[in-house]
């Protein structure tokens, strides 16, 4: 497979894992289908390993996300710029602290979105405890589960060629 078409996977998942922010797009199918078309592209073990890792991954979220209660974001006051902040923190945390810095950084990125917006630790604080009460945690496991896909993929990339 060739940088461009790397490039190209790679854009793709950047779009689902942005989409998975925005209520309605679908951000984790179009990840998995970024995967299954790297995986079509360039066929060998490490890519289809890959590919299965991707569809379990996926598979296991959304039971999670099932047992979990609906999603109420617009209702619990959240908006689109704490979303970009949080998904933001996310994708710095996941690669500053490897993997697991997604979750505080999720919450660290919303919580400094609505101290922005309110001014003060308490507000700030409420805000985002309700927030994620009311969907961002169902927001949290799609959009942890993506950056796992995506960090798995670029992994393959760049040290199974």
Do not use: N
Not at 55 to 72: E, G, K
Not at 138 to 153: D, N, P, Q, R, T
């Amino acid at each position: 497979m060739g940088a461009w078409e790397l490039l190209l996977v790679g854009v793709v998942l950047l779009l689902g894992l942005s989409g998975v922010l925005v209520p309605g797009a679908p951000g984790s199918w179009l990840v998995w289908a970024a995967v299954l078309w790297w995986a079509f592209e360039d066929p060998q073990a490490l890519s289809w390993a890959v590919l299965v890792g991707a569809t379990a991954v996926l598979f296991v979220a959304q039971v999670i996300r099932w047992r979990l209660p609906p999603r109420r974001l617009r209702a619990s006051g959240a908006t689109p710029r704490m979303a970009a902040y949080a998904g933001a923190g996310a994708l710095l945390g996941f690669f500053l602290l490897p993997v697991l810095g997604a979750i505080p950084g999720y919450i660290g990125g919303g919580y400094l979105a609505e101290r922005l917006r309110l001014g003060g630790h308490g507000e700030a604080k409420a805000s985002v405890r309700s927030v994620m009460r009311a969907g961002g945690t169902s927001v949290l496991v799609e959009l942890f589960a993506c950056l796992l896909i995506a960090g798995a993929w670029l992994g393959a990339v760049i040290w199974g060629s």
